[in-house]
């Protein structure tokens, strides 16, 4: 009997204490509810402006890019400064635009020999930046109509980074080559003079009809007036010098151009007028020098010395004579920036082969 008065006493204790324990987790559970119902009654209420996601901007000075560009281009000083002041008038005229303010591209023209920095230089800009970069091949695009790329889908890659329904955002879009598009000539049964006007008609154009392939063929309508041109080409035939008591051409490395390249100058290597009429800024940058090459293969941020170091974790240091070896090689091939990343690639050879990479097939 004692027992079953002990067991009695002990159950309804135990009972007590879950009560207590649910109106704990019944109050918990409540309290988390209100609060959730008080946090959404404030969101509610809050004035829709303050909801909206908040945009960062930021303040870009040229002086700042130009001094972070020179990190990683070495030499063609007046070229930078040429790129930088066309690029920062076009990004002063997307941002009055926003305003409602109507403007006029100002596309740029860039021209210099194999390996001097053409494509490097845009590239390294639009990362500083941190705006899309699309390089281009003109030479692989032909008129509408015909068989290959149509000149419009350059565009292409930049659908997927609008952040605007409709507008393509700001980006750089450098077109190579253009030099290959000589007036007169064809490619593949197609008049260059006509690719050269299709080029002359996206430049001109506030919105052009893209074509996406991806889920069946889809048609879109955008506004390509924040998308920066920059065409650019080796123009090799302006290249000639005349040195007095030599041969015509080169005599050695292309260290300058004979002379200051116009835009007569272009037209009469086979640029057509029209086009040639869209580019506002002429930057024209020259062979690079032996001791711009020596710079640029021991380079600590960029160079193609510290890629290779970067890319195997190796430590191995370049002895003065390889690097006058490698210099020379470069400069009398005319490679320019290239000749000493095949040099360097050559050097690096035998450690990659020793290396074991992951990849997923």
């Known amino acids: 009997m004692q027992d079953a008065q002990i067991i009695g006493t002990r159950t309804e204790a135990m009972r007590v204490l879950l009560d207590r324990q649910s109106a704990l987790f019944t109050a918990g559970v409540l309290g988390v509810a209100r609060g959730c119902i008080e946090l959404k009654h404030n969101f509610l209420s809050a004035p829709a402006l303050a909801r909206k996601k908040t945009v960062k901007k930021r303040t870009l000075s040229p002086l700042r890019v130009l001094k972070e560009l020179n990190k990683y281009v070495i030499g063609q000083e007046a070229a930078k400064k040429q790129l930088v002041a066309g690029v920062f008038e076009h990004l002063a005229k ?23 920095g053409k494509t490097y230089l845009c590239q390294c800009l639009a990362k500083i930046l941190n705006i899309p970069f699309i390089h281009a091949d003109a030479s692989q695009y032909t008129q509408t109509g015909y068989s290959g790329l149509n000149v419009s889908d350059i565009l292409t890659p930049l659908l997927s980074q ?11 879009v450098f077109v190579d080559e253009i030099d290959k598009l000589r007036a007169n000539t064809e490619r593949w049964g197609v008049s260059s003079t006509n690719v050269q006007m299709e080029f002359l008609r996206l430049l001109e154009a506030k919105t052009v009809l893209l074509e996406q392939r991806l889920l069946g063929r889809t048609t879109t309508e955008v506004d390509i007036s924040q998308v920066l041109f920059v065409a650019g080409g080796a123009f090799e035939n302006l290249l000639v010098r005349h040195d007095a008591g030599k041969d015509i051409g080169f005599t050695k490395a292309p260290a300058v151009y004979g002379k200051t390249l116009t835009a007569d100058d272009y037209i009469q290597s086979g640029i057509v007028p029209e086009l040639m009429g869209r580019f506002t800024y002429l930057v024209q940058l020259s062979g690079l020098e032996k001791d711009e090459l020596r710079r640029i293969l021991l380079n600590p941020y960029h160079g193609p010395f510290q890629q290779y170091k970067d890319l195997l974790k190796s430590q191995q240091e370049l002895l ?11 400069y009398e091939r005319r490679l320019g920036a290239r000749g000493l990343q095949q040099q360097v690639g050559r050097l690096f050879q035998e450690q990659f082969l020793q290396q074991s990479v992951q990849i997923e097939l």
């Open 162 to 172: 609008c952040k605007e329904r409709g507008k393509l955002p700001v980006a750089i």
């Open 94 to 116: 997307c941002a009055r635009a926003k305003k409602g303010e109507p403007f006029t591209k100002s596309n740029i023209f860039i021209s210099g020999p194999t390996g001097c």
């Open 320 to 330: 003065p004579e390889l690097v006058e070896q490698m210099v020379n090689a470069a």
